[in-house]
């Protein structure tokens, strides 16, 4: 079973800056893909921004020039660096982790979400 816990959202203004992040853990034997999703009031779920183990990262063109994914695989954890923030960025920010347990069966867990709120 693997676990991810999130933390960073919160109240800016437009403008502003936040840092998400997202640790694992549990029954992990290898993280493949990590990423970013937010789900707006009234609206779908929509990917943010995703990286790879190898280090390759895809953004929304939303986001693109604003929003930085990485990630520190020692300590299974996923970042989101959120700059000039808009209040159209206002949403609950999920992250999804893909990868094998130990039992090398797969997975794909999701955080709990985190509020991010920016005011206008």
């Known amino acids: 079973q693997v676990q991810l816990v999130e933390s960073g959202g919160g109240l800016v203004q437009a403008g502003g800056s936040l840092r998400l992040s997202c640790a694992a853990s549990?029954?992990?034997?290898?993280?493949?893909?990590m990423g970013w999703y937010r789900q707006a009031p009234g609206k779908q779920r929509e990917s943010v921004a995703s990286i790879s183990s190898s280090g390759n990262t895809h953004y929304a063109d939303s986001v693109k020039g604003r929003f930085t994914i990485s990630r520190d695989n020692a300590k299974n954890t996923v970042y989101l660096q959120m700059n000039g923030l808009k209040p159209e960025d206002t949403a609950v920010y999920y992250c999804?982790?893909?990868?094998?347990?130990?039992?090398?069966?797969?997975?794909?867990?999701w955080g709990q979400g985190t509020q991010v709120t920016v005011s206008s």
């Open positions: 549990g029954s992990i034997f290898n993280i493949y893909d």
């Open positions: 999804n982790v893909e990868g094998r347990t130990t039992r090398l069966t797969a997975f794909s867990s």
